[in-house]
């Protein structure tokens, strides 16, 4: 009976509280190093569809830019189940210099376990696997309070985890595309030594609006520059 119960709390948590998030979104990045413009990058809700017979959000972003000499491109796609917000599938694309890298994930929360397309094995994975381009949408919908620290292991590939979120002590004001400045809740991330910073806004949209990313030619900086679509989450 506890068990039923819970459940049901759990089924009326998810229709009260739909994700800030809705298909078609798209946000539209400029990418500075500095005060130098160094390139462009969109993140999107692509559309949803059945990935191993589960409804499943589909995250895409591309982005392309660098310093002469280092130009580069990425894509990222990522299959994340639309109820339970796991990882199900994951492909990450890099060019640089002409040449491509290319990694595709088959990622199995079920089983705990991952792999990698064209690769023999597989490896273990956390129960509620996530990857990097799903955890910046995971960020957007769990309940950050500042001056709060988090500690998650998550991500599918558990050599980084774990990953420490760090919520800062207060509001900071963050332009956006028209102008106007929206109180925002400052975000970093770190990862085996690696960190992320990002500023979402408090609001019912949650938007990333600028992030701090670090890449092999330095710290960049992603100024959100445009929305559209999302329905009312993505107004």
């Not at 995971?138 to 500042?146: D, E, G, H, N, V």
């Amino acid at each position: 009976m506890i068990s039923i119960t819970l459940l049901l709390v759990r089924i009326l948590g998810m229709l009260v509280a739909p994700h800030p998030f809705a298909v078609g979104e798209t946000l539209r990045y400029e990418a500075k190093l500095g005060y130098f413009d160094v390139g462009t990058a969109t993140v999107s809700v692509s559309h949803r569809a059945p990935e191993r017979g589960v409804d499943a959000y589909v995250f895409t972003m591309a982005g392309q830019g660098g310093p002469p000499g280092l130009r580069v491109r990425y894509d990222l796609t990522s299959w994340v189940d639309s109820r339970r917000f796991n990882s199900l599938r994951f492909h990450r694309q890099l060019m640089q210099a002409g040449k491509a890298e290319k990694h595709e994930y088959v990622i199995l929360p079920d089983s705990s376990r991952y792999r990698e397309v064209g690769v023999p094995g597989e490896w273990v994975s956390p129960s509620e696997p996530l990857d990097e381009l799903a955890f910046l949408y995971f960020l957007r919908t769990a309940p950050l309070q500042l001056g709060r620290s988090y500690t998650y292991s998550r991500y599918f590939r558990t050599g980084y985890n774990p990953i420490q979120v760090v919520v800062g002590a207060a509001r900071q004001p963050v332009a956006m595309p028209d102008g106007k400045s929206v109180p925002s809740i400052p975000v970093t991330v770190t990862s085996r030594g690696m960190i992320m910073k990002v500023w979402i806004t408090d609001d019912a949209r949650r938007l990333p609006a600028q992030l701090e990313v670090p890449l092999q030619f330095g710290v960049v900086s992603l100024v959100l520059a445009g929305t559209q679509g999302g329905g009312e989450a993505g107004k």
